[in-house]
């Protein structure tokens, strides 16, 4: 696995063993970022569910300020570090070890950008899948105003409705890979021959 462009591009990058984690491709990083671009310059990033860190090492590379990861797995921290300290990035990062989906481990800064990469058996359940989708809410609301989070799932996974009302949500399909962009809603043009009061 590499970082795929900006100041750090074709720098590898660890990944942490066993299926614990799933990486996204290379491909669809590549798409993501392609996307991303107008958000990234000087951009504070949150990272939940990180593993190896990919996604936020790669916002670093292409013009972000600051990424706060979030993590649980011992493993997949201990690879994160590794990264981090390999690339020299330990002022511009937060390493915090946790539930990504508690909002105790998001910090109080608004984010501009949001990754949540979680783990497909979320999904599964009514109960995990109850509370993602709570966390999505509460991380929406928490975004910078012109942020948004991008939700990796596998495609067909999801439905738009599931998002909650007010919200805007646009999906892009990546083989069998969806990216889920969310924002809040945005803000109606005023009426036609209106006036101030």
């Keep these: 696995m590499r970082v795929i462009a900006g100041e750090f591009g074709g720098r590898r990058l660890k990944a942490p063993e066993g299926e614990g984690t799933r990486p996204m491709l290379d491909r669809v990083r590549e798409a993501l970022f392609a996307t991303l671009q107008p958000w990234m310059e000087?951009?504070?990033?949150?990272d939940l569910f990180a593993g190896s860190g990919a996604?936020?090492?790669e916002a670093l590379s292409r013009g972000a300020r600051r990424v706060r990861f979030v993590e649980r797995a011992p493993q997949a921290q201990v690879c994160l570090a590794d990264n981090v300290a390999e690339l020299g990035l330990e002022a511009v990062t937060e390493l915090v070890r946790g539930d990504a989906l508690h909002p105790g481990t998001w910090g109080e800064r608004a984010p501009d950008v949001v990754f949540l990469d979680s783990p497909y058996p979320?999904?599964?359940?009514?109960?995990?899948r109850?509370?993602?989708?709570a966390a999505v809410d509460a991380l929406v609301a928490r975004l910078a105003p012109e942020g948004v989070l991008v939700f990796h799932a596998p495609h067909r996974a999801l439905q738009a409705s599931e998002f909650g009302a007010g919200r805007v949500v646009r999906e892009?399909?990546?083989?069998s890979n969806s990216l889920w962009y969310v924002q809040r809603e945005e803000p109606a043009?005023?009426?036609?021959?209106?006036?101030e009061q």
Excluded: H, K, M, N
Excluded at 42 to 46: E, H, R
Excluded at 122 to 128: A, G, I, Q, S, V
Excluded at 130 to 133: D, E, S, T, V
Excluded at 189 to 195: E, I, K, L, Q, R
């Design 42 to 46: 000087g951009a504070f990033v949150l």
């Design 55 to 57: 996604l936020g090492i």
């Design 122 to 128: 979320l999904l599964d359940e009514l109960r995990t």
């Design 130 to 133: 109850q509370a993602l989708f």
């Design 172 to 175: 892009r399909v990546y083989g």
């Design 189 to 195: 043009p005023p009426a036609a021959g209106s006036t």
